[in-house]
T-cell receptor, first 111, second 111 residues
Framework: GQQVMQIPQYQHVQEGEDFTTYCNSS?????IQWYKQRPGGHPVFLIQ?????EVKKQKRLTFQFGEAKKNSSLHITATQTTDVGTYFC???????????FGTGTRLLVSP | NAGVTQTPKFRVLKTGQSMTLLCAQD?????MYWYRQDPGMGLRLIHY???????AKGEVPDGYNVSRLKKQNFLLGLESAAPSQTSVYFC??????????FGPGTRLTVL
């Protein structure tokens, strides 16, 4: 079945440093979504990418969808303590009915 | 708008007991999902529904049953709980496969 892996599993940065998490799928995706889960909370939608090579920005967050639509990345510029949490990518290759979630990257930011 | 709500928030069961988790959404969404989240494994899809009266198996359906008798409700049942079903369970809903809105989760411990 379809598998979605994320690296790294965990990263600890100092506030102000940049952070990147990478998402790789075993199959071509029709779209990819990113979610953030704060400690003790539930996943919250951040963004969806649909087009090959697409790049979207949300303030300090930059999301990219690979040309082959099998990988994606999330880059945070100048991390803040409010960025703490686990970031998940999720993709589908079967229309839009169900997502396969990545394993997640846990980000810890020290002040 | 309450969004997606889950009942109960916490539950402790003994092996072999049964229980039902209730998910309710007030956004008139067609699609609803049940996930389980275990440390280091991300979110795994248990069952999902693409409309009232429909259900389908996800990635890890064994030991669980679901029903969607009303559009706004999606029930997850455990007929005979096992320690391996100790997890955090999230319900989610979406209109037609884009942004998934998650409930706050149910922490289940099976002794």
């Amino acid at each position: 079945g379809q598998q979605v892996m994320q690296i790294p599993q965990y990263q600890h940065v100092q506030e102000g440093e940049d952070f990147t998490t990478y998402c790789n799928s075993s199959t071509t995706l029709s779209n990819i979504q990113w979610y953030k889960q704060r400690p003790g909370g539930h996943p919250v939608f951040l963004i969806q990418l649909v087009k090959s090579g697409e790049v979207k920005k949300q303030k300090r967050l930059t999301f990219q969808f690979g040309e082959a639509k099998k990988n994606s990345s999330l880059h945070i510029t100048a991390t803040q303590t409010t960025d703490v949490g686990t970031y998940f990518c999720a993709g589908t290759n079967t229309g839009f009915q169900k997502l396969v979630f990545g394993t997640g990257t846990r980000l810890l930011v020290s002040p | 708008n309450a969004g997606v709500t889950q009942t109960p928030k916490f539950r402790v069961l003994k092996t072999g007991q049964s229980m039902t988790l209730l998910c309710a959404q007030d956004m008139n969404h067609e699609y609803m999902y049940w996930y389980r989240q275990d440390p280091g494994m991300g979110l795994r899809l248990i069952h999902y529904s693409v409309g009232e009266g429909t259900t389908a198996k996800g990635e890890v359906p064994d030991g669980y049953n679901v029903s969607r008798l009303k559009k706004q409700n999606f029930l997850l049942g455990l007929e005979s709980a096992a320690p391996s079903q100790t997890s955090v369970y999230f319900c989610a809903s979406t209109a037609y496969g884009d942004t998934q809105y998650f409930g706050p989760g149910t922490r289940l411990t099976v002794l």
